[in-house]
């Protein structure tokens, strides 16, 4: 029996490395044609130009206002799906602070995976949250998430300009397939939710409610991010554009979707009609964006933090 059991620990660990191996190698993979592709399309001089062409106070302003009501809007899905089974009051202030810094991380993270601190920084505020509804409240959002980047995608490739889907030659088969992915992550959801006692009707509708919400706050901030260079894309289509380049750089298992991203941005621009010089400020312009989200994030979480000190010492 040990020999048994001792062969599928060392079985099980092997599938991991292996996963972990191919992962890795995939990565490395898109990596090298996206960094291939950028130094063919991009050089110095695009981002000098784009330094020029930058509207930077209007970037800064509109941007810092958005991002703040995106990281709000957040906010208000966890709380919700956190007060629907423990009926117990979250501070809103707390996990305001929690979302933004794990947002940030997020954008530099593969796979977006840095938001998982959320967790860790809840349960370390109170030891007696229980981990495991956590982390099923966390998989709930994803597939949130998912359902309506997908969504969008499609939509977005048929009916505003782009064929994305015609263009990378998906035949019936897997869009059939990824249709069906779809709905077995709406089931996989509704039973998460079920299974911990929320009371899965109302927290589905307000939850994805703020999903939508979120997700139009973030296409108004690249919507502002390319105007500020001169690109101006109507908000459909900024959606169908986040969909796109959210799930590429989702699935490159790359930091920030290093070279993904922007291989995705600058194609769907291209097809839009945009001409190859803005395409090229658009993109540099988005990545900026990214870059500039994590900054204002950090920043503003540490005074946050600062200020609710201040609070408890003023109290005391």
């Known amino acids: 029996m040990k020999k048994k059991q001792l062969f599928k620990m060392n079985c099980s660990t092997l599938n991991t490395k292996l996963l972990a191996i191919i992962k890795y190698v995939f990565a490395l993979i898109i990596l090298f044609f996206s960094v291939r592709f950028i130094l063919n399309i991009f050089d110095l001089e695009d981002l000098w130009l784009f330094l020029n062409e930058l509207k930077i106070i209007r970037f800064v302003i509109v941007n810092s206002v958005l991002l703040l009501l995106y990281w709000f809007l957040r906010t208000l899905r966890w709380r919700l799906l956190l007060q629907e089974r423990r009926n117990e009051e979250f501070s809103l202030f707390e996990l305001y602070k929690i979302i933004i810094f794990s947002l940030s991380i997020a954008v530099i993270s593969p796979f977006q995976s840095g938001e998982v601190l959320k967790i860790a920084m809840l349960k370390e505020q109170n030891s007696n949250y229980d981990v495991g509804f956590l982390t099923k409240v966390f998989f709930v959002e994803k597939i949130q998430d998912f359902l309506f980047l997908f969504f969008v995608f499609f939509i977005g490739s048929y009916f505003y300009g782009v064929n994305l889907i015609e263009k990378i030659r998906l035949n019936n088969l897997v869009l059939f397939l990824l249709i069906v992915l779809q709905f ?119 005074l946050l933090k600062v200020a609710g000190r201040q609070r408890k010492t003023e109290r005391n």
């Open 184 to 302: 077995f992550l709406l089931g996989v959801s509704l039973y998460l939710l079920k299974k911990h006692e929320i009371a899965f009707g109302k927290a589905i509708f307000f939850s994805f409610f703020y999903t939508v919400l979120s997700w139009f706050a973030m296409g108004f901030i690249w919507h502002n991010s390319l105007i500020c260079v001169g690109l101006d894309v109507s908000v459909f289509q900024i959606q169908m554009l986040i969909s796109t380049i959210m799930l590429a750089t989702l699935f490159s298992f790359l930091p920030a979707g290093i070279g993904a991203a922007e291989v995705s941005a600058f194609v769907i621009f291209t097809e839009l009609g945009v001409v190859e010089q803005t395409a090229k400020l658009g993109v540099i312009s988005l990545r900026m964006m990214g870059l500039y989200s994590v900054f204002f994030g950090v920043l503003f979480y540490v």
